[in-house]
Nanobody, 119 residues
Framework: QVQLVESGGGLVQAGGSLRLSCAASWRTFSNYAMGWFRQAPGKEREFVAGINRSGGTTYYTDSVKGRFTISRDNAKNMVYLQMNSLKPEDTAVYYC????????????WGPGTQVTVSS
């Protein structure tokens, strides 16, 4: 059974940093591009960042470029999101998923991890 478990969220002041982690359970993890998504209260889930299978290519939504960095460790089946210079508008529940471009591939989502940025 495919599982995704996100962690690392918390409450931080504007300008602060957090590092999110995502643990994936499937053995062919390295065969998939991975991405991070977020859902703010009252809004639809949106794509945030993606990374290709090898980790050599990354891409981001415009609002986080220069502030967020996605990375992965295929030996550990892990994906990370380093978030710097956080803003109140980054407040959301953050999720990871396998991706094709900026579209999630798996219908089953993990529990997510809450990020709250205070002004």
């Amino acid at each position: 059974q495919v599982q995704l478990v996100e962690s690392g969220g918390g409450l931080v002041q504007a300008g602060g940093s957090l590092r999110l982690s995502c643990a994936a359970s499937w053995r062919t993890f390295s065969n998939y591009a991975m991405g991070w998504f977020r859902q703010a209260p009252g809004k639809e889930r949106e794509f945030v960042a993606g990374i290709n299978r090898s980790g050599g290519t990354t891409y981001y939504t415009d609002s986080v470029k220069g502030r967020f960095t996605i990375s992965r460790d295929n030996a550990k089946n892990m994906v990370y999101l380093q978030m710097n210079s956080l803003k109140p508008e980054d407040t959301a529940v953050y999720y990871c998923n396998a991706v094709g471009g900026n579209v999630a591939l798996l219908s089953s989502w993990g529990p997510g991890t809450q990020v709250t940025v205070s002004s």
